[in-house]
């Protein structure tokens, strides 16, 4: 197992071998714990890579889509 990572969207703990989503930008990869997280960094990357953005799952910066929600 890798080094756990933090998913800049949601600040979850996230294996890089297993991330279900990954990105590129500006030559470093990010992980992702889900497709929605991904969608909503590669929308606005600059808000999400910002000092001041501070990840909140149970707050108002949710990403589009959960991962739950890709099954139904």
Same mark, same amino acid.
């Given at each position: 197992?890798?080094?756990?990572?933090?998913?800049?969207?949601?600040?979850?703990?996230?294996?890089?071998?297993?991330?279900?989503?990954?990105? &590129?930008?500006?030559?470093?990869?990010?992980?992702? =714990?889900?497709?929605? =997280?991904?969608?909503?960094?590669?929308?606005?990357?600059?808000?999400?890579?910002?000092?001041?953005?501070?990840?909140?799952?149970?707050? &108002? &910066?949710?990403?589009?889509?959960?991962?739950? &929600?890709?099954?139904?």
């Amino acid at each position: 197992m890798a080094e756990m990572v933090k998913d800049v969207v949601c600040g979850m703990d996230v294996d890089p071998e297993s991330a279900p989503a990954q990105t &590129e930008h500006e030559g470093k990869t990010y992980y992702f =714990c889900a497709p929605g =997280c991904k969608t909503d960094f590669d929308g606005n990357p600059q808000k999400y890579l910002s000092p001041d953005y501070v990840p909140d799952a149970m707050g &108002e &910066e949710q990403p589009a889509k959960r991962w739950w &929600e890709f099954w139904k």
